[in-house]
């Protein structure tokens, strides 16, 4: 079943007091507090929750995070998700869907930049400060934006915009070269890796769903009872909430 994204604290609470594990999509929740009681309700209950963030389950994204030390140090990102809505021409016209509407969790940032987020915080950790430049439409919504991550000796840029469209990418520049992703960052489907004056491409992923990876991750992690890992993956999604608020 399809939620909006103002629901998505609501069910997975209900659904863990019901003492179920929970998968929930991303947005992990609208709030840093919902965030962090529905961790800590799942800490206390020793349930599974994991956030549906699939690009950061990929083969693709293992050797990105394994390759920075190659082409480091790192000084710039920009990572750029851009596509044009089906649903913006009703939305100029008065006729808000849920992707649109402030009051649901919709918007660029919600929706598209979510993912860029994701991947600069799962490649190097927790910025040191953030800002957020939105461009918003006749009901106050981000119809595009970017969000400035500052690091001690990186800056990373994650752009979205669901009121255009550009080719979308991730770009990483270090000192001894760069890594590109050709794709959306939803997708992470391929790799090219720039080093010594070599270019190098990579398909690592084995499968042609880009959900395949994450939930065969799931299944382990649930399997094994790998616990530790599980609240690993929990603690980055809190730390993705506290950025994007």
């Not at 961790?39 to 293992?62: G, Q, V």
């Not at 750029?80 to 969790?105: M, V």
């Not at 919600?110 to 939105?134: E, K, R, S, W």
């Not at 991750?217 to 909430?241: G, H, I, N, P």
Request: contains cysteine.
């Amino acid at each position: 079943m399809a939620l909006v994204n103002s629901v998505h604290y609501e069910f997975t609470r209900k659904a863990l007091e019901a003492g179920r594990n929970v998968i929930v999509e991303k947005p992990f929740t609208l709030t840093v507090a919902e965030a962090e009681e529905l961790s800590a309700m799942a800490r206390e209950r020793k349930l599974y929750l994991f956030e549906a963030i699939s690009p950061l389950h990929t083969p693709n994204f293992c050797m990105v995070k394994e390759s920075l030390k190659k082409i480091g140090p790192v000084h710039f990102v920009q990572c750029n998700f851009s596509q044009y809505s089906s649903k913006y021409d009703r939305y100029l016209q008065g006729d808000i869907a849920p992707a649109f509407n402030p009051d649901l969790g919709g918007g660029a940032l919600n929706d598209l930049n979510v993912y860029n987020i994701n991947i600069v915080i799962g490649l190097f950790g927790q910025p040191t400060a953030t800002q957020y430049f939105a461009n918003c439409g006749h009901n106050g919504i981000d119809t595009s934006g970017v969000m400035i991550l500052s690091y001690p000796t990186m800056t990373a840029t994650c752009t979205a915009a669901k009121d255009s469209s550009s080719p979308s990418f991730i770009l990483i520049q270090g000192e001894k070269g760069w890594i590109h992703i050709p794709t959306p960052a939803n997708e992470f489907g391929s790799v090219e890796i720039m080093r010594q004056g070599k270019l190098t491409s990579y398909r690592r992923n084995a499968y042609e769903s880009r959900l395949a990876h994450e939930f065969i991750d799931f299944k382990d992690v649930w399997e094994k009872k790998d616990y530790k890992q599980m609240e690993a993956w929990l603690e980055r999604s809190v730390e993705v909430v506290k950025v994007m608020k």
